[in-house]
């Protein structure tokens, strides 16, 4: 089993910034996915953004691109989501979650792992 805890939501003003953190711990292995997904009210849970922990690869949603970026710490089995120029409709409930394997899908029904998630608030 691995457990994904996620931490640096809040609330911040439109323009602002705030970098998300999940750390996973428990059966980690060298070969696999860390995504992130989010869902707003009312909303169906969409992908956000991917990286492939051996070489860092990554996959981004349109709507983040260039303002968001996915990284991860191999050495603390951590990863991360800095989210820059904050708009109003990023708010939403952001879920970090894993999967064994080379790839970088973006449903969520392929990730076996999820961390409860963590509010993000980006007010006018």
């Known amino acids: 089993q691995v457990q994904l805890v996620e931490s640096g939501g809040g609330l911040v003003q439109a323009g602002g910034s705030l970098r998300l953190s999940c750390a996973a711990s428990?059966?980690?292995?060298?070969?696999?996915?860390m995504g992130w997904f989010r869902q707003a009210p009312g909303k169906e849970r969409e992908f956000v953004a991917a990286?492939?922990?051996?070489?860092?690869?990554?996959k981004y949603v349109d709507s983040v691109e260039g303002r968001f970026t996915i990284s991860r710490d191999t050495a603390k089995n951590t990863g991360y989501l800095q989210m820059n120029s904050l708009k109003p409709e990023d708010t939403a409930v952001y879920y970090c979650?894993?999967?064994?394997?080379?790839?970088?899908?973006?449903?969520?029904?392929?990730?076996?792992?999820w961390g409860q998630g963590t509010q993000v608030t980006v007010s006018s």
């Open positions: 428990g059966r980690t292995f060298s070969g696999y996915t």
């Open positions: 990286i492939r922990r051996s070489d860092g690869s990554v």
């Open positions: 979650a894993a999967r064994p394997g080379l790839i970088l899908p973006t449903s969520r029904d392929e990730y076996v792992y």
